[in-house]
């Protein structure tokens, strides 16, 4: 399986609490809910899509609590993505939960890495990270992220955790698909390569040449 991340993030790469104001307040952040405005229905089914592509989720602790709570609940028939996020296999990653209330779901301790090193060397299409900031910086980081999905706000909070920190790891990336949506999403998707590219620029000639 490949591993396949979607974050959410702001122009200044906050990743904190898209979904409400309550969402995630850790560390008094006051910001959340920044996500919602931008959502409709291009983004919608575009959402939906990915969702289709996934054999199984890859969620952190506070990430999958959160969904426990929502995604059961849920019972409206037309509702895109209730019944692949029930259904769907989910792979927990945590020290502190001993089980798991929302399944079909396996809990990964210890050393996560090496088990999602594991997982993806099983067949099939996608292992993704819905949300789970600090876990999709340890898999960048650990070189387990094959593809990213960011989905950018026209927002700037000024405040909040940052999805690529100022001492983070050195990522190459190269871009295989951008798209702006009617609610001014702004989707890029981007595949991990070895190593990042530098260069010397020596002007717009040496460019074109």
């Not at 506070?62 to 426990?68: C, M, V």
């Not at 037309?78 to 945590?94: C, I, Q, W």
């Not at 088990?115 to 960048?140: D, F, P, T, Y």
Request: aromatic share 8%; proline share 6%; glycine share 10%.
């Amino acid at each position: 399986m490949r591993l396949v991340s979607t974050q959410f993030v702001t122009l200044d790469n906050v990743y904190q609490g898209p979904g409400s104001p309550d969402e995630d307040t850790t560390d008094e952040f006051t910001g959340g809910g920044w996500m919602v405005p931008h959502m409709e229905s291009a983004f919608v089914a575009q959402a939906a899509e990915w969702l289709s592509q996934a054999d199984a989720l890859l969620l952190g602790r506070r990430t999958y609590e959160a969904f426990a709570l929502a995604w059961p609940q849920i019972t409206d028939p037309d509702d895109p993505f209730t019944e692949r996020m029930n259904g769907l296999h989910k792979y927990v990653a945590s020290n502190t939960l001993t089980e798991l209330c929302w399944g079909p779901s396996s809990l990964l301790r210890g050393d996560v890495a090496e088990q999602v090193g594991r997982l993806k060397q099983r067949s099939g299409r996608e292992l993704q990270i819905h949300g789970s900031g600090r876990l999709a910086q340890s898999m960048l980081a650990a070189g387990l992220i094959d593809e990213l999905r960011l989905v950018v706000t026209p927002t700037v909070l000024g405040q909040g955790r940052r999805l690529f920190p100022a001492e983070g790891p050195s990522i190459g990336m190269r871009v295989t698909s951008h798209s702006i949506t009617p609610g001014g999403l702004a989707i890029t998707v981007l595949e991990t390569i070895d190593a990042p590219s530098f260069a010397t620029y020596e002007g717009v000639a040496a460019l074109d040449g």
